[in-house]
T-cell receptor
């Protein structure tokens, strides 16, 4: 197991285009999280899944953002009609889901640049 | 609302000197506190969490509920400690608030 995997590592797109990122969590981790990090800031929570159920979404997640985890394994984060303000590092993390266990393991991130 | 404050963006010390990275938090309840570290060109990784009460790589952190602080300390800094350090909190261990709220981070530089 190589840890949390994110694809692509970098994405450059033009304003108005749609983009989709993929995250593969650590095997058998039930919880999967998405965060966004901009320059000079710590990661900010976007949303999380328990298996395939999306249990919480931040108000940062506008209607242009949608996340799925269809079979409770990998997850995708789609941004429609990208804006320059969407430029950021998008981080995925996973945790085991055991009771009382909240150690989150992070992927290397997808860096999005919107031109 | 849950909030984490790291007052220092940059901290520079010499090798062998003590180091303390400050973290204060705001949370209505009993949060779980973490320190994450990001070395150059590496992913974010957990350094330590308050409930485990461990010392990792010589670092310790004590949760002070009265002062709502979780400062990270090391008595003798090493050059390999140079990295970005993030303090983070989540809800009570065993609860349902799993999302992490991060501070803005402190960039530690240990000079030879």
């Amino acid at each position: 197991d190589t840890g949390v995997s994110q694809d692509p590592r970098h994405k450059i797109t033009k304003r108005g285009q749609n983009v989709t990122f993929r995250c593969d969590p650590i095997s058998e981790h039930n919880r999967l999280y998405w965060y966004r990090q901009t320059l000079g800031q710590g990661p900010e929570f976007l949303t999380y899944f328990q298996n395939e159920a999306q249990l919480e979404k931040s108000r940062l997640l506008s209607d242009r953002f949608s996340a799925e985890r269809p079979k409770g394994s990998f997850s995708t984060l789609e941004i429609q009609r990208t804006e320059q303000g969407d430029s950021a590092m998008y981080l995925c993390a996973s945790s085991s889901g055991s009771f009382g266990e909240n150690i989150q393991y992070f992927g290397a991130g997808t860096r999005l640049s919107v031109l | 609302a849950q909030r984490v404050t790291q007052p220092e963006k940059l901290l520079s010390v010499f090798k062998g000197a003590p180091v303390e990275l400050k973290c204060n938090y705001s949370y209505s309840g009993s949060p779980e506190l973490f320190w994450y570290v990001q070395y150059s060109r590496q992913r974010l990784q957990l350094l330590l969490r308050h409930i485990s009460r461990e010392s990792i790589k010589g670092f310790t952190a004590d949760l002070n509920k009265g002062e709502t602080s979780f400062h990270l300390k090391k008595p003798f800094a090493q050059e390999e400690d140079s990295a970005m350090y993030y303090c983070a909190l989540s809800g009570e261990s065993g609860g349902s608030n799993y999302k992490l709220t991060f501070g803005k981070g402190t960039l530690l530089t240990v000079n030879p």
